[in-house]
């Protein structure tokens, strides 16, 4: 409490507003009005200040190239910009003291007064408190604005609805990288293989599914899941339901011992799913299943979507497991 007292009194005294300092005997020496320098760091602010709003910007446009760049440079010249600020605040503008020994605990009133006087009177040859408490104001909150704005990352802070889009609809074919459809009988057991719907955009979160073939005796989907997996074929968001990452292994024992039987495996923090059982967590840290994409086999031999996928894609959020998606 004591030293948040004399912090409230300390930053008063800098700017001018404490009152009395003249009636007692000064502590530090008057020093000499910079004027050009004060000019200097309300400049330096102000260009912080402005770096700032260039990196909430920068962050705000996706469209941009080196995007990544320019929010490291615009967020490091703020801090860059506000550190010469106050390096050139102590140096030229506050009153320095070459003490031979450590100031002493404050503990009586007139020790506190002392310090207060210290701090009030350093201040003293400012001749511009105003510009320069206004420039730091920008500047701080600019800064403060740039250091919260990442925040808005975590999700749509009240339109949520995007993240229940999917690219999936009756009768979408399932293409490859090169846009090449899947035929059923090239679907192997095995291994897995990655599809995207086709003419849509391969980078959106929902695009992705890996396919895979089972033992379809093995299978074991949910009741009203039955017709989703012709000859056995099953498809699933590639995007992990921990934190988005690409489930990118595709276990498959080759002898018993090893383990029972085939699972999808995301290598960020090994969450582990059940492709015959409709993609429930079998093991690691993700919360819920992979979302099933229903498939079908048109008249020439060719992998479709059989509708949208069985729950939104990607990490969880509020309310995931209350909807299904939408077909964009
Ligand atoms: S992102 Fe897949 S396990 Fe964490």
Redesign the pocket.
């Known amino acids: 409490m004591r030293w948040l007292r004399a912090a409230a009194v300390a930053l008063l005294g800098a700017l001018g507003l404490a009152r009395g300092a003249g009636r007692r005997e000064r502590v530090v020496q008057p020093g000499e009005p910079a004027p050009r320098s004060e000019l200097v760091v309300a400049a330096l602010l102000l260009g912080a200040a402005a770096c700032a709003v260039a990196f909430c910007v920068f962050y705000a446009t996706d469209s941009l190239g080196h995007q990544t760049q320019l929010l490291g440079l615009s967020l490091g010249g703020a801090l860059a910009l506000l550190s010469a600020a106050l390096i050139v605040t102590g140096k030229r503008l506050v009153v320095e003291e070459e003490l031979e020994e450590d100031y002493p605990e404050p503990e009586s009133p007139d020790e506190q007064e002392q310090v207060t006087a210290i701090v009030r009177e350093s201040a003293r040859p400012l001749t511009r408190k105003r510009l320069l408490a206004g420039a730091a104001g920008v500047a701080g909150t600019a800064l403060g604005a740039a250091l919260i704005t990442p925040a808005l990352s975590l999700g749509p802070a009240l339109d949520t609805e995007s993240l229940y889009d999917a690219p999936w609809r009756r009768g979408t074919r399932l293409v490859g990288e090169r846009g090449t459809p899947y035929r059923a009988a090239g679907i192997e057991t095995g291994t897995f293989y990655t599809a995207f719907p086709e003419g849509a955009d391969p980078e959106e979160l929902g695009s992705p599914v890996v396919v895979v073939r089972l033992d379809p005796a093995a299978l074991a989907l949910p009741a009203e899941r039955a017709r989703w997996a012709p000859d056995g074929i099953v498809a699933y968001s590639k995007v992990?339901t921990?934190?988005?990452?690409a489930v990118a292994i595709y276990r498959k024992p080759l002898f018993a011992p090893a383990e029972p039987r085939p699972a999808l495996v995301?290598p960020?923090?090994?969450?582990t799913f059940d492709p015959a059982a409709g993609g429930k967590v079998l093991f690691?840290?993700?919360g819920r299943a992979l979302p099933q994409l229903p498939l079908e086999i048109d008249a020439t031999g060719q992998l479709r979507a059989a509708g949208n996928f069985s729950g939104p894609v990607g990490p969880s959020f509020w309310g995931v497991r209350t909807r299904r998606p939408r077909s964009t």
């Open positions: 992990c921990h934190a988005g990452c995301c960020c923090h090994y969450s690691g840290p993700a």
